[in-house]
């Protein structure tokens, strides 16, 4: 059995009693922001699946194989909330929320805007996007890593793919922000979120007019494709793209946020990697995704469509469930020492993007995000560590990352007669 987790007095106390800690399971938990892999694993080994009674009740599939189970079986656990908080969005989310031939469609519509030939036609942009970003905190010596690169580098990838301009990431920025911290309160609280979503609606729906008015078509960026795709014979309405733009960008700026910070934290505290992504580039594949298994990021909701047992638990037609894609990562009986990272992984099965037919359709471009990031980053920035007397601020939430990481510079060794650089 794991220990338990220590108390984060920062954080507020966790229940005593594991019962209680089970059931008062929830991403704004303050007791769990800070160590939540410790209480993950409690909830793990005390049974594969558990339930929470918060935000009116659900189950938790707590081990990769049910995890996974879940995920092929859409006609048990339909999409219609993927998102753990519920139904808070002006319309559903496309194709998130869609199920069965609906979802099919939407998916043969969309399975050419994030592919491999996209992420490998954007490459030069995002690596230029990664160098911008990377002078000022070379020149500097220092950052707060999660502002300064993760969360502009994702932002500005994500305006390079979809044609928007990167002459417009303080807006999307502090769009973005505004929902996240107003969002995350409504939610806390039971609040309406959707007035708080408008914002970033009109942002897109700007950005949609904007293109259509350029006569953009025949790009390979998002919006053009989508100015060009059909669904079931038809063309995309001006709303339909809003709802796809909005989507891709809940599904992607936070995670990949996320999943930098986490990855930089390790980085930081292990030199010896930092020192293998410039000796060994071609090791960078492998490190990005041993790195995204031992990062837990997202967590997705489902919902039960009709009665099924599973480990002697009903869960009823009507129930929710939480699916946590990267704390699936630390499960013992599907990965080997799986608290150690390790970049010799043979069959490295992680569900960092899920599984089943709701996989998700940006991995490519992530993918290739991260590994731009490491490749730019530690080709100019070789060394660094935690900044001394900080410690990175964790939270919990459907993309669980840092709220900060401060970094510092560590000069080369004496005598290798290397320049004075980060």
Same mark, same amino acid.
């Given at each position: ?11 507020? =106390? *966790? ?37 929470? +009674? ?13 995890? #996974?189970?879940?995920?092929?079986? &859409? ?18 989310? $496309? ?12 998916? /043969? ?14 490459? &030069?942009? $995002? ?25 502009? !580098?994702? @932002? ?22 505004? !929902? ?26 700007? *950005? ?14 998002? $919006? ?7 669904? /079931? ?18 599904? %992607? ?5 996320? @999943? ?10 292990? &030199? #010896?990697? /930092? ?6 580039? +071609? ?7 041993? =790195? ?10 489902? =919902? ?12 009823? @037609? ?28 043979? /069959?490295?099965?992680?569900? *960092?993007?899920?599984?089943? &037919? ?32 900080? *410690?990175?601020?964790?939270?919990? %939430?459907?993309?669980?990352? =840092?709220? %900060? !990481? ?17």
């Amino acid at each position: 059995m794991s220990k338990p987790p220590p108390q984060c007095p920062a954080a507020g =106390l *966790a229940p005593q009693s594991l019962e209680e800690r089970i059931r008062r399971w929830g991403m704004h938990q303050p007791w769990l922001q800070e160590d939540l892999v410790a209480h993950w694993r409690q909830l793990r080994d005390h049974a594969p699946i558990v339930r929470s +009674e918060e935000g009116g009740g659900y189950w938790i599939l707590t081990r990769y194989a049910d995890i #996974e189970w879940a995920a092929k079986n &859409p006609g048990l656990f339909s999409s219609a909330e993927a998102v753990p908080s519920g139904n808070v969005f002006p319309a559903k989310l $496309i194709p998130i929320q869609y199920d069965g031939e609906e979802h099919r469609a939407w998916r /043969q519509t969309l399975a050419d805007l994030f592919n491999p030939g996209v992420a490998k036609h954007f490459t &030069p942009q $995002i690596r230029q996007a990664a160098n911008d970003t990377i002078d000022s905190i070379a020149e500097k010596g220092r950052c707060e890593f999660v502002s300064e690169f993760a969360a502009v !580098l994702a @932002a500005e990838s994500f305006l390079v793919v979809f044609g928007i301009g990167r002459e417009h990431l303080r807006a999307l920025q502090e769009h973005k922000s505004w !929902l996240n911290q107003e969002g995350r309160t409504r939610v806390r609280f039971g609040v309406d979120i959707r007035p708080a979503n408008q914002r970033m609606w009109d942002f897109f729906g700007e *950005a949609v007019d904007r293109r259509r008015a350029e006569g953009a078509r025949g790009g390979r960026d998002v $919006i053009s494709t989508l100015f060009r795709s059909s669904y /079931q014979g038809r063309e995309l309405t001006r709303e339909e793209i809003v709802n796809i733009l909005f989507v891709s960008m809940l599904a %992607s700026l936070d995670t990949t946020t996320s @999943a930098l910070g986490l990855i930089y934290l390790h980085l930081a505290e292990h &030199p #010896e990697v /930092q020192e293998m992504i410039p000796a060994a580039p +071609e090791k960078v594949p492998a490190i990005t995704e041993e =790195l995204l298994r031992h990062a837990a990021v997202s967590s997705t909701g489902r =919902l039960v469509t009709r009665d099924v047992e599973r480990h002697g638990v009903t869960m009823r @037609a009507g129930d929710r469930i939480l699916l946590s894609w990267g704390l699936s990562g630390t499960d013992p009986d599907a990965f080997e020492r799986p608290d150690e990272v390790d970049f010799e992984r043979s /069959q490295l099965r992680q569900l *960092a993007f899920g599984a089943g &037919p709701h996989r998700c359709l940006g991995m490519h471009i992530a993918r290739r995000l991260i590994r731009i990031a490491l490749e730019e980053w530690h080709r100019r920035i070789p060394r660094y560590a935690p900044a001394p007397g900080t *410690a990175p601020v964790h939270h919990y %939430s459907p993309a669980r990352g =840092l709220a %900060s !990481l401060d970094l510092v510079a560590v000069p080369p060794p004496a005598g290798t007669g290397e320049g004075a650089r980060w």
